[in-house]
Nanobody, 128 residues
């Protein structure tokens, strides 16, 4: 049974940093894609950052580029999101995701439908 477990969320002041972690149990994240999404109250879930584990290529939403860094420890099956210079608008529930549909990663790694496994989320709250 595949399970993604996120941790590292919390409450910080604007300008602060947090590091999110996501451990994948029961699934080896080889030659697939993984991503961080977030959802604020009353808003749709949106992609934050993606990584293709085959070549470790990364991509970021424009709103977080230069502030967030996605990384992957293949040996520990763990995905990270380092978040610096946090802003109040970064407040949301953050979810990690991965998929067994490898080909879908190369069609659209930002699409929600690409991902077949999701974590339960970790809350990030940034105060001004």
């Amino acid at each position: 049974q595949v399970q993604l477990v996120e941790s590292g969320g919390g409450s910080v002041q604007a300008g602060g940093s947090l590091r999110l972690s996501c451990v994948a149990y029961g699934y080896t994240v080889i030659n697939t894609c993984m991503a961080w999404f977030r959802q604020a109250p009353g808003k749709e879930r949106e992609g934050v950052a993606t990584v293709k584990t085959g070549d470790m290529s990364t991509d970021y939403a424009a709103s977080v580029k230069g502030r967030f860094t996605i990384s992957l420890d293949m040996a520990k099956n763990t995905l990270f999101l380092q978040m610096n210079s946090l802003k109040p608008e970064d407040t949301a529930m953050y979810y990690c995701a991965t998929t067994y549909r490898t080909s879908a990663c190369y069609i659209d790694s930002w699409a929600l439908a690409t991902y077949t496994y999701w974590g339960q989320g970790t809350q990030v709250t940034v105060s001004s």
